[in-house]
T-cell receptor, first 117, second 112 residues
Framework: GAVVSQHPSWVICKSGTSVKIECRSL??????MFWYRQFPKQSLMLMAT?????????EQGVEKDKFLINHASLTLSTLTVTSAHPEDSSFYIC?????????????FGSGTRLTVV | KQEVTQIPAALSVPEGENLVLNCSFT??????LQWFRQDPGKGLTSLLL?????REQTSGRLNASLDKSSGRSTLYIAASQPGDSATYLC???????????FGAGTTVTVRA
């Protein structure tokens, strides 16, 4: 089945620095990947849709200059949190649409816990 | 805009009891519906995927039904175990784009 790998699992960084999170589709090609943010005890909030070879599409209210997305290949999308601040601390999860059995469904990475100190 | 609602928000049952989790969505023109499980601090694990043309899917102790016309899906977990304790999320795909619309989840606690 479709597998999505996300790294790192957790990261602590100092305020003002940038952090890069990687999302890889291991056994399938993903022209589209999705980045979510999740606050404690809340559901997932879609941040942006990452499109291979073109610009990402950001949801309303998401700062594209703060959350840089690059989808340079069919198996890799990266999210860079630039000039991170404590309010950016959150759980970030990526997903891609791949084959699950006979049909296509969404597969999620294991998530990245970002703490900005 | 698609709205997905999950009831109840939380559920606590003794081990061995059957679980019934409900999901409703406002726009019935979906392509498919997925049930996910999320453990604390972890990503999402896909449990069952139901195409819009299907009425149910089964995997082990899990069974999910879909009534597209009424905009409802139900996840049944038979003979619950403490290891079933997690948050269960329902998500629909479609009709207008390639984004998933999530419910807020049902947090399940199975007491030993």
């Amino acid at each position: 089945g479709a597998v999505v790998s996300q790294h790192p699992s957790w990261v602590i960084c100092k305020s003002g620095t940038s952090v890069k999170i990687e999302c890889r589709s291991l056994d399938f090609q993903a022209t589209t990947m999705f980045w979510y943010r999740q606050f404690p005890k809340q559901s997932l909030m879609l941040m942006a849709t990452s499109n291979e070879g073109s610009k990402a599409t950001y949801e309303q209210g998401v700062e594209k200059d703060k959350f840089l997305i690059n989808h340079a290949s069919l198996t890799l999308s990266t999210l860079t949190v630039t000039s991170a601040h404590p309010e950016d601390s959150s759980f970030y999860i990526c997903s891609a649409r791949g084959r699950q059995g006979a049909f296509y469904g969404y597969t999620f990475g294991s998530g990245t816990r970002l703490t900005v100190v | 805009k698609q709205e997905v609602t999950q009831i109840p928000a939380a559920l606590s049952v003794p081990e061995g009891e059957n679980l019934v989790l409900n999901c409703s969505f406002t726009d019935s023109a979906i392509y498919n519906l997925q049930w996910f499980r999320q453990d604390p601090g972890k990503g999402l694990t896909s449990l069952l995927l139901i195409q819009s043309s299907q009425r149910e899917q089964t995997s082990g102790r899990l069974n999910a039904s879909l009534d597209k016309s009424s905009g409802r899906s139900t996840l049944y977990i038979a003979a619950s175990q403490p290891g079933d304790s997690a948050t269960y999320l329902c998500a629909v795909f479609g009709p207008n784009d390639y984004k998933l619309s999530f419910g807020a989840g049902t947090t399940v606690t199975v007491r030993a």
